[in-house]
């Protein structure tokens, strides 16, 4: 993939149509959370997003810091980082072993995603494994599986990780407000 095609924004991206309420208009470049050290030095963007898991994993691995001040520099004065981020810090106590599995698509284009979940003992970490199931040859088959780990965090931190990155104008979104099932995270590159 070239640098070039790293910035179109993706077709039916959630998080980019939310940036696009947020901006008043649609988005001409859009780069992945993923993807902002190999775009380092490129032209800024409107749009960095980060999917649904993407600021837990970052933040177990102790890379969530410089991943947001990497966005940061990657945006144009007043561009948006646009994040969903699971809230799980309450479920810590309780401990659930996986949410309602996922389904997509409609007759022989289903899918299933499940995911596990398995707690550490203190509640503030979790390890993920998510199954992707589809139809083949009339029966349910594993496609793939992803096996992370992730830090719970709290709406504290995560504006506190934003604030601390740079960020200007740091608001949370319910999912009633921005129609995205998590939360979502808007704060704007300032000029």
């Known amino acids: ?28 470049s859009v780069l ?19 999917s649904d898991d993407l600021l837990p994993r970052l933040a ?5 810091s410089p ?3 990497l966005a940061r520099q990657a945006l144009r004065p007043g561009g948006l980082f646009v994040a969903a981020v699971p809230e799980l810090d309450k479920l810590g106590r309780l401990r659930p072993t ?32 998510v199954v992707r199931l589809v139809r083949a040859e009339g029966s349910w088959q594993v ?21 601390e990155a740079g960020f200007a104008a740091v608001q949370r979104l319910s999912p009633a407000e921005c129609g995205h099932p998590l939360p979502v995270w808007v704060a704007v590159a300032p000029a």
């Open 32 to 50: 992945d959370l993923l993807d902002v050290a190999r775009h380092h030095g490129g032209p800024p963007v409107d749009v960095v997003r980060a």
């Open 98 to 129: 996986a949410p309602p599995p996922k389904v997509t698509g409609r007759g022989g284009e289903r899918q299933v995603t499940v995911q596990l979940w398995d707690w550490s003992p203190d509640g503030g970490s979790y390890a993920l494994e």
């Open 143 to 163: 496609a793939n599986t992803v096996s992370t780990r992730h830090r719970v965090l709290s709406s504290e931190r995560i504006s506190a990780e934003l604030d």
């Open 60 to 64: 177990h691995e102790n890379a969530l």
């Open 1 to 28: 993939m070239t640098a070039a095609q790293d910035l179109v924004p993706l077709p039916e991206d959630p998080l980019a149509d939310i940036a696009a309420a947020v901006l008043g208009a649609d988005p001409d």
């Open 67 to 69: 991943a947001l001040l």
